[in-house]
C-alpha cells in the first residue's frame, strides 16, 4: 500500500512537472516566433507597391521628406500655382500605376480644371522587374522634346492605354505611338536611339527614392505650406480624393 502511494505520488509529480515545462514552452514558443517574424518583416527589402497590397497612405502630413523643387523640367498637367500638387512617381509597366493612371486623370477633372490641383508626373522605371520601362520612359521624354507638354502627356496617356503591364508592351510599337499623336516619326526614332534621356531617368530613379519611394505608384500632396502627405500604392479615388481634401483645407 505505501509502495503505491509512493509510485501514484511519482506519477504526479512527474505530470506535474510535464505540465509546468508545457506552460512554459507554449508561451515561450510563441514569443521566439513572434520575434522571429518581427525580425523577418524588419530585414525584408523595400518592393514595389504593384506586389503590395497597395491600400494604405499616410493620414499625416510631413515636411522632412526631401522633395526635388518642381520645376521647368517638370511635366505638369493642370495650373502650375494650384495650391495643391500631387508628384507622382511612376513606371509604365507597373501594373498599378496602370490602374492608378485614370484614378489621377479623375483628379483632374474635378479638382484640375478648377485650379485647384496640378498633376506633376516624375519617372521610376523599376528596372529590376519591368526592363522596358526605362526606355518607354525616354520615349515619352522624346515626344516632349520635339512636342512639347501636351504631347508628353498624349504619350503618356497612350502607353498607358496599350501596354498589357509587366514587361507586355513590344517595344517596336513606340515609334508608332509617336507618329499617331502627330510627332515625326523619323525624329523620334533618331532621339530614341541617342539615349539623350536616360541619365535624366536614372536622376529621377534616385530622386524618388530620396522622397521617400518604395514603389510605384507613390505620389506626394503637396500643400502651400510645403507639408507632403504621401499615398503609396494605387488607392481609390475616394481615398486621394479625402488626401486632396484635407491637403486643401490647411491653413
Known amino acids: 500500500m505505501e509502495q503505491q502511494e509512493k509510485e501514484n505520488k511519482n506519477i504526479l509529480e512527474l505530470v506535474e512537472g510535464k505540465t509546468q515545462k508545457n506552460n512554459i514552452a507554449v508561451p515561450l514558443a510563441t514569443v521566439i516566433a513572434g520575434a522571429l517574424i518581427a525580425f523577418a518583416v524588419y530585414q525584408r527589402p523595400p518592393t514595389d507597391a504593384s506586389n503590395k497590397n497597395s491600400n494604405a497612405a499616410a493620414v499625416v502630413g510631413n515636411t522632412t521628406i526631401t522633395l526635388k523643387p518642381i520645376g521647368l523640367d517638370d511635366h505638369i ?96 510599337l513606340l515609334p508608332q505611338i509617336a507618329q499617331d499623336i502627330g510627332l515625326n516619326r523619323s525624329e523620334f526614332e533618331a532621339c530614341l536611339a541617342s539615349g539623350e534621356f536616360t541619365q535624366k531617368i536614372k536622376d529621377s530613379i534616385t530622386e524618388a527614392t530620396r522622397a521617400g519611394a518604395q514603389g510605384t505608384p507613390y505620389t506626394l500632396v503637396v500643400t502651400e505650406k510645403g507639408t507632403k502627405i504621401p499615398i503609396s500604392g494605387a488607392l481609390p479615388y475616394s481615398s486621394v480624393k479625402q488626401t486632396i481634401d484635407q491637403a486643401l483645407a490647411e491653413k
Open 77 to 172: 498637367l493642370g495650373n502650375p500655382d494650384a495650391p495643391v500638387k500631387l508628384v507622382e512617381y511612376s513606371d509604365m509597366e507597373c501594373p498599378f500605376c496602370k490602374r492608378f493612371h485614370p484614378t489621377m486623370k479623375q483628379v483632374m477633372d474635378e479638382y484640375g480644371k478648377k485650379g485647384q490641383v496640378a498633376w506633376v508626373y516624375r519617372h521610376l522605371p523599376l528596372e529590376s522587374i519591368h526592363t522596358k520601362a526605362l526606355k518607354e520612359a525616354e520615349a515619352t521624354e522624346c515626344a516632349n522634346r520635339l512636342g512639347g507638354n501636351d504631347k508628353f502627356w498624349a504619350y503618356l496617356d497612350r502607353i498607358f492605354e496599350i501596354t498589357p503591364s509587366n514587361d507586355g508592351l513590344d517595344l517596336t
